[in-house]
Every structure is written in structure tokens, then in C-alpha cells.
């Protein structure tokens, strides 16, 4: 896996996705990139013992707690083009009802339907969850593939609509923090759960693999904040979708 830094901070991406992947994939993984960096930059500032002298974890619970860093850094990098909960008609091969887009935007000139999804994975284990990553990464590629049609109708002036796929994954070790436990969280170990989750996820959705894994390995001082468990690392697993050529096409 590579190594990045930004904002001070330390993460780890591998890319599954073919090379020469067009435009709009490389603008769409530098949205995942940056969105994913500045969100943990956003989360050490709920973190910051010194300054407030409280620690709370946005990664921690549920997805829609996950909101309180993904959308001030989606707005920031969008220029304030996006919308939360957008209703939307969608189609699969049984039936057609009304949902909801947990995100629209528009970044570098395309269009963007986001859908996320939040899970735990034992950094200890060999075995991926089941209900907690594998079922939560089918229903989100079932939740994009129903809005294709709805997608088509955009009148927004863009290159293409671009549905992307975040699955949020919070890696833990149910132990007491200890320096032992922070080290041993390393490149290799952070390589080992990148290899088992595209392995599991892909044997599960053979032509819904993942194209993108970047983990952020969480500074020690903010592991150190909750003693009864080791939350070491925050995860995105990306899907990311060739344009769809809507109505508002320029």
C-alpha cells in the first residue's frame, strides 16, 4: 500500500480499479482522496484534549454521526454545491418507489450521487462480518444501480453524473488501548485487512469489487482517549462509476 501524508497525518491507499481509468474516475478518486483526508483532519479538531479537554469520536455509532466532518468537508471542497437527503425516484427489476440520496454534488464540472454506508471490522479477526460490511456494501450498490434512471433526468449543466459509492469502515481492537496494540497497527497489518476485505467483499459482488481502499491510521493520542476499546483506524472502501450522460449534458 502507499503511504500518504496530509494535514500532518499518516494513511495508506491501495487502488484495485484498472489503469487509465478516463477523466472522470481520476476526478472522482481525487474527490474520495481529498473528501476522506479532510474529513480526518475534521476529526482530530473533536479531538483536541488540550484546547477543550474533551474527545468525541465522529466515527464512531452511526453514519449519520459520520455527517458532522463528511459535510463541512464535501461543502468546502464543492464550493457549497451539495444537498443532504435528496429525494429520488428509484427503479430496480421489482419495483419503482421513492428514496432518498444521502448526497448530491457537484465537483471539478461532474455531477455526483453519493451514497454511504458505516461499519465496524475486528482488526484482530481473518473473517470480514457479514451483516456489518459485506450485506451494507450490497445494499449500497443496489441503492446506486436504482437511481440510474433518475440520474439520466438532471438538468444541471455538467460532464456526466458520477455515482459513487463511500462505505465507512471504523477498525477496532476490543482491547484497552496500550502502546503494544497502537504499533502493531502498521503498514502490514493495515495491508493484511485492505487484502481481506477486497477478497471477501469481491467473492460476495464479483462485478461490484471495490476501487479504492485509503485508511486513515489514527494518531495514538486520540486512540489513547477511550479505555474500554481501540478504535485504530478509519476506512473508506470506494465504488466509483463511469458518468452517466444526463440531461443537462454540456
Given at each position: 500500500?502507499?503511504?500518504?501524508?496530509?494535514?500532518?497525518?499518516?494513511?495508506?491507499?491501495?487502488?484495485?480499479?484498472?489503469?487509465?481509468?478516463?477523466e472522470?474516475?481520476?476526478?472522482?478518486?481525487?474527490?474520495?482522496?481529498n473528501?476522506?483526508?479532510?474529513?480526518?483532519?475534521?476529526?482530530t479538531?473533536?479531538?483536541?484534549?488540550?484546547?477543550?479537554?474533551?474527545?468525541?469520536l465522529?466515527?464512531?455509532?452511526?453514519?449519520?454521526?459520520?455527517?458532522?466532518v463528511?459535510?463541512?468537508?464535501l461543502?468546502?471542497?464543492?464550493?457549497?454545491?451539495?444537498?443532504?437527503?435528496?429525494?429520488?425516484?428509484?427503479?430496480?427489476?421489482?419495483?419503482?418507489?421513492?428514496?432518498r440520496?444521502d448526497?448530491?454534488?457537484?465537483?471539478k464540472?461532474?455531477?455526483?450521487?453519493?451514497?454511504?454506508?458505516?461499519?465496524?471490522?475486528?482488526?484482530?479477526?481473518?473473517n470480514?462480518?457479514?451483516?456489518?460490511?459485506?450485506?451494507?456494501?450490497?445494499?449500497?450498490?443496489?441503492?446506486?444501480?436504482?437511481?440510474?434512471?433518475?440520474?439520466?433526468?438532471?438538468?444541471?449543466?455538467?460532464?456526466?453524473?458520477?455515482?459513487?459509492?463511500?462505505?465507512?469502515?471504523?477498525?477496532?481492537?476490543?482491547?484497552?488501548?496500550?502502546?503494544?496494540?497502537?504499533n502493531?497497527?502498521?503498514?502490514?497489518?493495515?495491508?493484511?485487512i485492505?487484502?481481506?476485505?477486497?477478497?471477501?467483499?469481491?467473492?460476495?459482488?464479483?462485478?461490484?469489487?471495490p476501487?479504492?481502499?485509503?485508511?486513515?491510521?489514527i494518531?495514538?493520542?486520540?486512540?489513547?482517549?477511550?479505555?474500554?476499546?481501540?478504535?485504530l483506524?478509519?476506512?473508506?472502501?470506494?465504488?466509483?462509476?463511469?458518468?452517466?450522460?444526463?440531461?443537462?449534458l454540456?
Amino acid at each position: 500500500m502507499e503511504l500518504k501524508r496530509k494535514y500532518g497525518l499518516s494513511f495508506y491507499e491501495l487502488e484495485t480499479a484498472p489503469e487509465n481509468s478516463g477523466e472522470a474516475y481520476t476526478i472522482a478518486r481525487e474527490l474520495v482522496e481529498n473528501l476522506f483526508f479532510l474529513m480526518s483532519k475534521l476529526s482530530t479538531k473533536l479531538c483536541d484534549t488540550q484546547q477543550y479537554e474533551f474527545c468525541l469520536l465522529p466515527y464512531t455509532f452511526t453514519e449519520r454521526r459520520l455527517d458532522s466532518v463528511l459535510l463541512p468537508a464535501l461543502s468546502k471542497l464543492c464550493d457549497s454545491l451539495v444537498l443532504t437527503e435528496l429525494p429520488a425516484n428509484r427503479k430496480t427489476k421489482d419495483k419503482t418507489y421513492i428514496g432518498r440520496i444521502d448526497y448530491w454534488c457537484i465537483y471539478k464540472g461532474y455531477s455526483f450521487i453519493i451514497e454511504l454506508k458505516q461499519s465496524y471490522d475486528n482488526a484482530n479477526t481473518d473473517n470480514t462480518r457479514r451483516e456489518e460490511i459485506l450485506d451494507q456494501w450490497n445494499t449500497m450498490i443496489q441503492q446506486l444501480n436504482s437511481v440510474k434512471t433518475e440520474a439520466s433526468k438532471y438538468e444541471e449543466k455538467t460532464n456526466g453524473v458520477i455515482r459513487l459509492g463511500l462505505h465507512m469502515i471504523t477498525s477496532y481492537n476490543p482491547e484497552t488501548p496500550s502502546p503494544e496494540i497502537i504499533n502493531g497497527y502498521n503498514k502490514r497489518k493495515i495491508e493484511s485487512i485492505a487484502n481481506r476485505l477486497y477478497y471477501h467483499i469481491g467473492k460476495k459482488t464479483p462485478l461490484r469489487k471495490p476501487d479504492l481502499f485509503i485508511c486513515w491510521r489514527i494518531p495514538s493520542y486520540i486512540v489513547e482517549q477511550d479505555g474500554d476499546c481501540s478504535y485504530l483506524g478509519l476506512w473508506t472502501i470506494a465504488k466509483i462509476y463511469s458518468p452517466i450522460q444526463h440531461k443537462g449534458l454540456r
